[in-house]
Each structure stands twice: as C-alpha cells, then as structure tokens.
C-alpha cells in the first residue's frame, strides 16, 4: 500500500515536471514568435519609411522642375506660347511621373522619367533663350526702323512745311496789292462842277477813292475787274441794286460790291480812281467811320478807312 502511495506520487510529479517543460516550451516559442513578428514589423516599418522619404524625394523633385517651368513660362510671357507643343510634353510627362510616384511604382523607374523630363526642360530653356535672342534683336532692328522711319518722317514734315511756306510764297508773291488807298470827300460847287474837298455829312455828295496797283511780274497779264465796297458806320454796304449784277464771289460767297472798274493789267503800276455817288444829295451823309476795302481777282487787295464829320 505504502509503495502504491510511492509510486502514484512519483507519476504525479513526473506529469508536473512535464507540463512546466512544456509550458517552458511554449513560452519560448511565443516570445521567439513576438520577437520575429517585432522584427518583421521593424522592417516593415523601415521600408516603408525608405519608400516615403524616396517619394518625398521624387515628389520634391518633380515639384521642382514645374515650378521652375512655370516661373520660366511666366517670365518669358509672349515668347512661351511659339513653344506650346513643347509644353505639352512637359506636362504630359510630369502627369505621369506624378502617377508612377501615388501608385509607388520601381524608385529607378521614375528617376529615369524624371532624367527625361528635366532634359526636356533645359531643352525648353535652350530654345526660349534662342527665342528671346531672336526677338530682341529684331526689337532692336525694330527700333533702327522706327527711328529712321521717324527720322524720314520728321524730314518729310519739314519738307511739307517748306513746301507749304514757299507755296504762299508764290500765292503771295502772284497777288496785286492795293496802296496809297485814299477816301477824299467832294462837293461839286457851280455851274461848271468844281470839285471842292470837304468831310462834312451835310456837303458831301462824292466819294472818290484812289489807290495804286502794284507791280507784279508773277501775276498773269490781262483784263482784270476791280471791286470797291464802301461800309457805312453802321456796316450797311453802299450798292446801287440788290441783283446779282450788283455782286461777285469771293471765298466761294457772293458779296454785294459798291463799285466795280474794268482794267487791263499789264504787270506795271497803274493808278486807279472810282466814284461813289449820293442818290440824295440833299440828304446828309451818314456821320462817322466809313471802311474801304479794295477786290481783284477773288482775293483782297488793300482797305482803309475815313471819317465824315
């Protein structure tokens, strides 16, 4: 009995010994399983951190080449629209670095895209630069244009002006001219009309005018009519009819004419007279400013003035 007691004993110490061995075991075995699942984790987490910076680092470079592209694009303005087939391509590439990159694709992969596209932008540059080479010096050839252009232009003005100058000179130098005008009031006293000077509005009965033609070679020789107007204080012209026989156009209008005279000028002086006579000659004259002027050949020719007392 005792030894049956023994040897149970025995076995139940055998099976404990067992379990804590197997036990033992089994701990070992997890911790060796957290230890490598740590591990593994670890390297996970390393790779990924590798694969992040990597993409970062894609990432930042493809960022800047675009930046770079856009400040070029916007800095050379005009010029950049002659190269949009280029840009195109550009941006075609970038969009598809920029898919390889999300989509984690080979590291190596994208960095030969990203050689590509830079080789492609510098290429950009290259020709934006010849462009802009190009365009500044046609700018400059522009300018060499413009200001001879201007310089042939300021000439011609002055050619115009000189020109314009010597023209009135000659339509000056081709008008008569009218000197030496002078009004004399006259009185007619006696049975033979004599002839006798006064400015009195209660005396006057003839207006007489005299003035010089002048000497002119330049003017065409030939018959010529000579209009007088003689404007009262109150600007009424003197006429002797409201036809059209009693006027003559100057400046394009026809203006009534107080006296008129037939001539034949011969590019010498010539001294001319005319005569106003009053309708009335009892009434008196008006008083005050009376102005003269003398007509040739659609131009004036000389004016003066008197005065009736």
């Known amino acids: 009995m005792e030894n049956l007691n023994k040897t149970s004993k025995y076995s139940n110490e055998k099976k404990y010994q067992i379990t804590i061995v197997i036990l033992v075991v089994i701990i070992i075995l997890l911790l060796w399983q957290l230890i490598a699942a740590k591990m593994k984790v670890k390297t996970v987490v390393v790779e990924k951190t590798k694969i992040i910076e990597k993409n970062y680092s894609l990432q930042s470079e493809l960022d800047s080449l675009l930046y770079t592209h856009e400040q070029i694009k916007k800095e050379y303005g005009d010029l ?8 195109s391509i550009i941006q075609a590439n970038a969009k598809e670095i920029q898919r390889l990159i999300s989509q984690q694709a080979d590291y190596w992969q994208i960095k030969r895209k990203l050689k590509i596209l830079r080789n ?4 950009y540059v290259k020709q934006i630069d010849s462009l802009f080479a190009v365009n500044a010096a046609l700018k400059e050839e522009n300018l060499a244009i413009k200001k001879d252009y201007s310089q042939e232009k300021q000439k011609n003005i002055e050619l115009s002006k000189e020109k314009e100058e010597l023209s009135k000179q000659i339509t000056s130098a081709a008008k008569l001219k009218a000197y030496n005008i002078k009004t004399t009031g006259l009185r007619l006293r006696g049975k033979n009309e004599r002839e006798e000077i006064t400015n009195k509005a209660n005396r006057i009965e003839i207006l007489k005018i005299c003035f010089t033609l002048s000497e002119n070679q330049f003017v065409e020789p030939g018959p010529k009519t000579v209009y007088v107007r003689i404007a009262r204080p109150d600007n009424l012209v003197l006429v002797k009819g409201n036809d059209d026989i009693y006027s003559f156009m100057y400046n394009g209008e026809r203006i009534q004419y107080s006296l008129k005279k037939e001539i034949n000028y011969q590019n010498k002086s010539m001294d ?34 008197f005065t009736i007392e």
């Open 272 to 305: 001319i007279c005319l005569a106003w006579e009053k309708h009335d000659k009892k009434e008196p004259a008006m008083t005050g400013t009376y102005h003269i002027s003398v007509f040739v050949d659609d131009y004036e020719i000389g004016q003066t003035s």
């Open 80 to 87: 950049t629209e002659k190269l949009t087939e280029k840009d």
């Open 120 to 123: 492609i932008t510098q290429g």
